[in-house]
């Protein structure tokens, strides 16, 4: 499906397409607490978009350009129907097809976000792009810009898996209040399929695809929305949830050797990873309440990451919110990584849940292992 480019899309874009995004223009704002060199605030306006790969992966096979076609590569067989789903709640994936990488997915959501926030790439200062499946080791934002003629914006990645998002949004939020920066774009982007041994069903019948954007502006206090944020690492449960170097080496003279550079597969330990999960991401948005003086029942909506339905009906019974106000759309994507917060929060602002005064618990977790959550007051227009 084709979309004429927007306004500064360039031609290096894979086949010059765009992807057909939501419509909705959206706005909220991140406050600050001290003014910036020129005496202003910080406003985060989010203006978010998402470009969905070519191709839809579900127990019925791939459906792309040219159809269904089988997918069943192997004995062992993947799919996301059935037990998966029942276990998951994920039903379908977006997987990139052929053109597609993580830097054309993000250039198109960045692009959109542009569109929609009546910027152009000039104005720009600075390009965050949240990834843990970069194109390039050295730095994929770069690319972004270059593609989207961000000329006068630095750009650079953001690693911190399925937390990016998250960690990204709030790094920019620290530019924007201290005056260094006064338009942003953050990037959330993730093509995790090529990351997976389709042999190990514990891991291929999770992860998809996908991109989404936010564009930043400084703004006056009074529109502060940003509640409160926490960020959170432990390296030492790293080996939960890895996408690991391998260990190989290639003879040099006199009986050296060097590493040989490469990754294996995505490798993960379920359980635990449940478990970290179910305890962690309560406990940091129990502490996020507590310090802003708020409590479970004055919550709106819980927008986690979008890993597991059971994670997400875990904290939801954990602060005894109703499970219609989870947002969750693990049925239709599955879990896209660095992506799934801006996913999510799109469909919900442009199907009319989220509205003007709501206010939001979110939270991303993930490898590192690393987690996050903001409280944010939704002030942005309805769709």
Same mark, same amino acid.
């Given at each position: 499906q084709e979309n004429d480019k927007p306004a500064g899309a360039h031609a290096d874009l894979p086949d010059g397409r765009v992807w057909p995004l939501g419509a909705a223009d959206l706005a909220a704002w991140a406050g600050c607490n001290s003014a910036d060199a020129r005496g202003d605030f910080m406003r985060t306006v989010f203006w978010r978009q998402h470009p969905r790969p070519e191709y839809v992966l579900d127990e019925d096979g791939v459906v792309g350009h040219d159809g269904p076609v089988s997918w069943l590569a192997s004995p062992a067989g993947c799919y996301c129907g059935g037990a998966? &789903? @029942?276990?998951?709640?994920?039903? +379908?994936?977006?997987?990139?097809?052929?053109?597609?990488?993580?830097?054309?997915?993000?250039?198109? *959501?960045?692009?959109? *976000?542009?569109?929609?926030?009546?910027?152009?790439?000039?104005?720009?200062?600075?390009?965050?792009?949240?990834?843990?499946?970069?194109?390039? /080791?050295?730095?994929?934002?770069?690319?972004? %810009?270059?593609?989207?003629? +961000? #000329?006068?914006?630095?750009?650079?990645?953001?690693? *911190?898996?399925?937390?990016?998002?998250?960690?990204?949004?709030?790094?920019?939020? %620290?530019?924007?209040?201290?005056? +260094?920066?006064?338009?942003?774009?953050?990037?959330? +982007?993730?093509?995790? #399929? $090529?990351?997976?041994?389709?042999?190990? $069903? $514990?891991?291929?019948?999770?992860?998809?695809?996908?991109?989404?954007?936010?564009?930043?502006?400084?703004?006056?206090?009074?529109?502060?929305?940003?509640? *409160?944020?926490?960020? $959170?690492?432990?390296? @030492?449960?790293?080996?939960?949830?890895?996408?690991? %170097?391998?260990?190989?080496? %290639?003879?040099?003279?006199?009986? /050296?050797?060097?590493?040989?550079?490469? &990754? #294996?597969?995505?490798?993960m330990n379920g359980q635990e990873v449940y478990k970290f999960a179910v305890r962690e991401v309560p406990a940091v948005l129990a502490e996020l309440l507590q310090s802003s003086g708020l409590s479970a029942d004055q919550l709106d909506w819980l927008l986690l990451h979008q890993a597991n339905q059971r994670i997400l009906n875990a904290v939801a019974e954990r602060f005894s919110m109703p499970h219609e106000r989870v947002l969750s759309n693990l049925a239709s994507y599955g879990n896209t990584s660095a992506a799934t917060i801006p996913l999510m929060l799109d469909e919900a602002v442009r199907d009319g849940r989220i509205r003007n005064g709501h206010l939001i618990a979110s939270s991303g977790f993930g490898a590192g292992l690393s987690w996050g959550g903001a409280l944010l007051r939704w002030r942005g227009p309805a769709a």
């Open positions: 998966p &789903f @029942s276990r998951t709640g994920i039903g +379908a994936r977006r997987v990139a097809g052929p053109g597609e990488t993580v830097t054309s997915l993000a250039a198109a *959501a960045g692009l959109a *976000a542009l569109e929609q926030a009546g910027w152009r790439p000039a104005d720009l200062d600075m390009i965050l792009l949240a990834t843990s499946s970069p194109d390039d /080791l050295f730095g994929t934002a770069p690319r972004v %810009q270059a593609a989207i003629g +961000a #000329s006068n914006a630095v750009a650079f990645d953001l690693t *911190a898996a399925c937390s990016g998002f998250l960690f990204a949004l709030i790094t920019a939020a %620290q530019y924007l209040r201290s005056g +260094a920066m006064e338009r942003v774009l953050v990037i959330g +982007a993730d093509q995790l #399929s $090529r990351w997976l041994d389709w042999d190990d $069903r $514990r891991t291929c019948v999770l992860f998809g695809d996908g991109a989404g954007a936010v564009a930043l502006e400084a703004c006056p206090a009074e529109e502060d929305g940003l509640v *409160a944020f926490r960020m $959170r690492s432990d390296g @030492s449960r790293n080996g939960c949830l890895t996408l690991a %170097q391998v260990d190989r080496h %290639q003879p040099l003279l006199g009986g /050296l050797s060097a590493q040989v550079g490469g &990754f #294996s597969p995505i490798q």
